[in-house]
C-alpha cells in the first residue's frame, strides 16, 4: 500500500485536500469518480516526502474523538434532527481544526444530496471501510442511530484497551529510558575525570574498572558513528518491515512467537477480529464483506493470510467455523464458539462473549507482565548501579590502602 495525496473538487465545487492509501494511482481515481469529483491532482508520496508524511501525522484523528463523534450524532439523530444540522452543530463542539475541516466537508455533500456514509468515504485517512459499511447499513435499516451508538461502545472498549496497554509499558519505559540516561552521562563526563585520577596514581586497575573505563572510551571517540548506525540500522528494519510483504510476514510472525508479549499481542488481534465483525454483522453488513472489511483493519499479516482464506471459503459455501478451525494461529476456543453461534442463529451473541473472554484475557496477562516486570527491572536497576558503584569504588579502595 502506498500514500497518495489528492485534491479535487466536490459536486459543489469546493476544494478538497486529502490523503489516501491504496495500492495503486488508478484505485484513488476510481474512489474518487465514485463519488463524483472532479479530479485536480493525485500525487504519490514519496519515502522522502517529509511535507507528505508530516502532514498525514498531524491530520490525525483520535478514536477518542471519533467516538465522541459518533456518540453525539446518534443522540442527535435519536432527537430526529437533521443529519445536516447534526453535523453543523458538531463542527462548533469539535476542538481538532482538521477533524472540524472533514465534518465541514462532510456536511456540505450530505446537504448537496449525498448520503452520510458516501460522504464519508471521501475522507479514507479517518472513516476507513470498516465506519462507511456500517453507516450505509444503519442508513439501509432504518437504524442509523442505534447502529451509532452501537459503534461507539464498541470503539470505546477498543480505546479502553489500548490505553491500558499504554499505561502498562510507561513505568518500565521511563525507568528504562532514565537508565540509559543516567549511564550516558556517566559515561561521557564522569569516568573521564575518574580515568585521569586513577591513571595518574599508577596502581593496577580492576578488570571491572577497566571495562568501564574502555566503555567510556570508546562512547566519547565512536559515540556520533555509533548513534549515526544504529540510526542507519532501525531506519533498514521498519523500511524492510513496512516496505515487503516478506519482511513484515516475518516481524507479524515473530511478534505473536514471543514468548508472554505473544500471547498478549494473539489475544488482541482476536479481540480486534471478533468485535469489529460483530459489529459489523449487527449493522446488517453481510458475512462475506465483513470479513473483507476486517481483514484491512486486523493489522497483522498473518492473520489478514488467515482472514482471505476464511472469506475465499465463504464465498465457496463453507461456513465461517469449519474455515476457523483449521487456523493454527486461532485458539480452538474461538472457532467451537463461533461454530455454536452458527448452528443457533446466536452468531453476533456468541462474538460479543468471545470479545468480552479475550478482553478478560488481555487485562489479566497486562496485570500479570507489569507484576513480573517491576521486580525484573528492581534486578537489574541493582546490578547495574551495584556493578558502576563497584567499578569506581573498588580502585579508589586501592589507592586509599596504597597510602
Request: proline letters at 2%; hydrophobic letters at 50%.
Amino acid at each position: 500500500m502506498s500514500l497518495f495525496f489528492y485534491k479535487a473538487k466536490n459536486t459543489k465545487g469546493q476544494l478538497i485536500e486529502g490523503l489516501v492509501e491504496a495500492a495503486s494511482e488508478d484505485i484513488v481515481v476510481n474512489l474518487l469518480v465514485e463519488k463524483n469529483m472532479s479530479i485536480i491532482e493525485i500525487r504519490r508520496q514519496s519515502a522522502k516526502d517529509f511535507s507528505g508524511h508530516l502532514l498525514s501525522f498531524l491530520n490525525r484523528v483520535k478514536i477518542r474523538e471519533k467516538v465522541i463523534f459518533f456518540r453525539q450524532l446518534a443522540v442527535m439523530i435519536d432527537a430526529n434532527l437533521p443529519i445536516v444540522k447534526a453535523l453543523r452543530i458538531l463542527i462548533k463542539q469539535t476542538r481538532n481544526k482538521y477533524f472540524k475541516t472533514v465534518i465541514s466537508n462532510i456536511a456540505d455533500e450530505v446537504a448537496g444530496g449525498a448520503k452520510l456514509s458516501q460522504s464519508m468515504a471521501l475522507f479514507p485517512n479517518v472513516f476507513s471501510d470498516f465506519y462507511s459499511n456500517i453507516v450505509t447499513s444503519g442508513e439501509t435499516s432504518g437504524r442509523l442511530g442505534e447502529i451509532m451508538n452501537y459503534l461507539a461502545d464498541q470503539q470505546e472498549k477498543d480505546y479502553d484497551l489500548r490505553s491500558k496497554i499504554r499505561g502498562a509499558m510507561i513505568y518500565p519505559a521511563f525507568i528504562l529510558f532514565g537508565l540509559l540516561a543516567v549511564g550516558l552521562i556517566m559515561m561521557i563526563f564522569v569516568i573521564p575525570q575518574m580515568t585521569q585520577l586513577l591513571q595518574e596514581s599508577g596502581t593496577t586497575l580492576p578488570l571491572m574498572t577497566r571495562w568501564l573505563i574502555g566503555f567510556s572510551n570508546f562512547f566519547i571517540n565512536y559515540g556520533y558513528l555509533t548513534a549515526i548506525l544504529i540510526a542507519v540500522a532501525v531506519s533498514g528494519f521498519f523500511l524492510v518491515i513496512n516496505k515487503t510483504v516478506a519482511g513484515r510476514r516475518l516481524f507479524d510472525l515473530f511478534k505473536i512467537k514471543t514468548p508472554i508479549i505473544g500471547k498478549i499481542l494473539t489475544d488482541i488481534y482476536i479481540v480486534r477480529i471478533t468485535r469489529s465483525l460483530n459489529t459489523l454483522l449487527r449493522g446488517g453488513v453481510p458475512t462475506a464483506k465483513s470479513l473483507r472489511v476486517v481483514r484491512k483493519i486486523v493489522g497483522n499479516v498473518i492473520y489478514e493470510e488467515m482472514l482471505a482464506q476464511t472469506i475465499k471459503d465463504v464465498d465457496e459455501g463453507s461456513s465461517l467455523a469449519s474455515s476457523l478451525v483449521a487456523n493454527e494461529y486461532l485458539p480452538v476456543l474461538v472457532s467451537q464458539m463461533v461454530s455454536v453461534g452458527e448452528e443457533t442463529g446466536q452468531l453476533e451473541n456468541v462474538l460479543d462473549r468471545i470479545t468480552d473472554f479475550y478482553t478478560r484475557e488481555i487485562d489479566n496477562s497486562i496485570v500479570n507482565l507489569s507484576t513480573l516486570i517491576e521486580p525484573i527491572i528492581m534486578v537489574f536497576l541493582g546490578l547495574a548501579v551495584g556493578g558502576f558503584v563497584a567499578a569506581v569504588i573498588m580502585p579508589m579502595w586501592q589507592l586509599s590502602a596504597a597510602f
